[in-house]
């Protein structure tokens, strides 16, 4: 498939900001699940910037995939293809994720202010469920755009789903690191940060392996003669169907090499897996660089996710390319 740079950007944007969403509601979530109010002024501070810069990534995101369609002025019709359609519906998803955190900012605000009565900050974990759970369905529905597709077999892999929650939350906890790490943190909160970061981005690593190792053999389930109705026989290509590239070759025939595939999954695995947990142990062994340090990695991981998401698109094949 051709990998166009703005759903790339998309899934990856909002991928971040929809993990760091997830990460602001538990931070939202713990203290009333323990039953105490939040420690002080400065958390009730981190919950609205976690909250801004979470919309502002997935906005971002979902800006940058109306980019990829023809008519960007009637994306608002396929809101209404819910019932059918995981576009649709993450559509709604999203937006729905979007009211939920304005209205958490502008509680937030009024609570910073002063204005709101103490018993509504009862509001605030409730919403932070809500939004937790949108944030989920949003991911699942983005995956499942692809996951869905019977004629691109790299796509129905059954890792794909949870592929794309992994990297939300890897990349999502990583941004959220690169913000709370400016400010001085205790050797047993970094080391914990430590064993955090280890386990995130080792199970997105070895998830992405076995992707990759797999997709490259799965075959594509049907060959040239199923295509042309004579499933079992042999069938040579006498001519091409067509003597210059048209838009099924260039949007659904893209063909990556293998020599130029392995380097690419390298570069990937090394930013999305290898650089988070250097730089995690490069904080936790010199804590008075740790915002800088996980600041960098935060934006080489989301570099690296940028080349995972070009390969996600650029290995997979159609099966129309049977015929082409």
């Known amino acids: ?140 529905s983005t995956a499942m755009i692809y996951a869905s597709l019977k004629p691109i077999p790299a796509w129905r892999h059954p890792l794909v789903l949870p592929g794309y929650f992994v990297f939300a939350i890897l990349t999502g906890w990583l941004v959220l690191m690169a913000l709370v790490n400016w400010s001085a943190l205790s050797d047993e909160t970094l080391g914990v940060i430590l064993l955090v970061t280890f386990a995130l981005a080792i199970v997105a690593g070895v998830l992405k392996l076995v992707y990759w190792h797999r997709i490259d053999r799965q075959p594509l389930g049907a060959t040239r003669a199923d295509a042309v109705g004579l499933p079992g026989r042999e069938v040579d290509v006498f ?46 062994a010199n804590p008075e660089l740790a915002g800088p340090v996980f600041t960098l990695g935060a934006l080489l991981a989301l570099a690296g996710t940028l080349v995972e998401r070009w390969l996600f698109f650029a290995q997979a094949r159609h099966l129309v390319t049977l015929y082409y």
């Open 1 to 140: 498939m051709h990998p166009a740079f703005s759903v790339i950007a998309f899934t990856t944007l909002s991928g971040a900001g929809y993990g760091l969403l997830l990460w602001a509601g538990g931070l939202i979530l713990l203290p009333a699940l323990q039953g105490r109010a939040p420690a002080n002024g400065a958390t009730v501070l981190l919950w609205g910037v976690l909250l801004v810069l979470g919309l502002v990534l997935t906005t971002a995101g979902l800006l940058s995939s109306m980019l990829h369609l023809g008519k960007p002025g009637r994306a608002w019709r396929a809101f209404s293809q819910w019932r059918t359609s995981w576009l649709s519906r993450e559509g709604v998803f999203a937006v729905a994720t979007a009211l939920v955190v304005v209205a958490m900012l502008a509680l937030l605000g009024v609570g910073i202010a002063g204005a709101l009565p103490t018993g509504l900050w009862i509001a605030m974990p409730a919403l932070a469920a809500i939004m937790v759970l949108l944030s989920l369905c949003t991911i699942a």
């Open 239 to 284: 001519e091409r169907p067509n003597t210059q590239a048209n838009y099924i070759n260039k949007e659904m025939g893209h063909v990556l090499a293998r020599k130029h595939a392995r380097p690419l999954r390298f570069i990937a695995l090394v930013l999305f897996a290898a650089v988070p947990m250097v730089a995690s142990w490069l904080a936790w």
